[in-house]
């Protein structure tokens, strides 16, 4: 079955660190490039970050430039997204998306992971 | 970064109605146009790339249309479990950007 899901969310405070994962199965992970995509609590989509299939190339929103960084492992066919300097505003539900031809064309989405910032 | 804008922000409808929803970008994007359905607590699901093309599974109820700045998603009999919001999304260019959604109620 073609999935992705992830894992890692969970209460921190501000100023704090949090490693989440997402786990791909059912496709072959290396061909696709891979995007984190947050919603705050009654928000909209926010994309947060990209990276290549290879992992050569990777891509941050300016709200997260600097703090967060995006990897990939294929041979666990994980990807990763470690935060750092989390800030309140950071509080939202993770998605890891797969895009199907380029970089940020999504076609599936795993069930996301919550990450709540607050002391 | 390019403005994703939808209209309306919600809608109320009744089974078997015909939905229009309105994604207008804030300069051309050509037809890298996605939809999104979006369930209470669920994930996003894909239902249209290339602003016309469905997704593998999608019911053809659903159609998009459009080029350029202005698109439509066109949902032709609306049936209860198509309500949800909906989010168009952008990927011409860096960085991708989303809409604000359009939420479709039952009237």
């Known amino acids: 079955e073609v999935q992705l899901v992830e894992s890692g969310g969970g209460l921190v405070q501000p100023g704090g660190s949090l490693r989440l994962s997402c786990a791909a199965s059912?496709?072959?992970?290396?061909?696709?490039?891979m995007s984190w995509v947050r919603q705050a609590p009654g928000k909209g989509l926010e994309w947060v970050s990209a990276i290549s299939g290879s992992g050569g190339s990777t891509y941050y929103a300016d709200s997260v430039k600097g703090r967060f960084t995006i990897s990939r492992d294929n041979s666990k066919n994980t990807l990763y997204l470690q935060m750092n300097s989390l800030r309140a505003e950071d509080t939202a539900v993770y998605y890891c998306a797969k895009a199907e031809w380029g970089a940020w064309d999504f076609d599936l989405w795993g069930r996301g992971t919550l990450v709540t910032v607050s002391s | 970064d390019i403005q994703m804008t939808q209209s309306p922000s919600s809608l109320s409808a009744s089974v078997g109605d015909r939905v229009t929803i309105t994604c207008r970008a804030s300069q051309g994007i050509s037809n890298y146009l996605a939809w999104f359905q979006q369930k209470p607590g669920k994930a996003p699901k894909s239902l249209i790339y290339?602003?016309?093309s469905l997704q593998s599974g999608v019911p053809s109820k659903f159609s998009g249309s459009g080029s350029g700045t202005d698109f439509t998603l066109t949902i032709s009999s609306l049936q209860p479990e198509d309500f949800a919001t909906y989010y168009c999304?952008?990927?011409?260019?860096?960085?991708?950007?989303f809409g604000p959604g359009t939420k479709v109620d039952i009237k």
């Open positions: 290339a602003a016309s």
């Open positions: 999304q952008q990927y011409n260019s860096y960085p991708p950007t």
């Open positions: 059912g496709f072959t992970f290396s061909s696709y490039a």
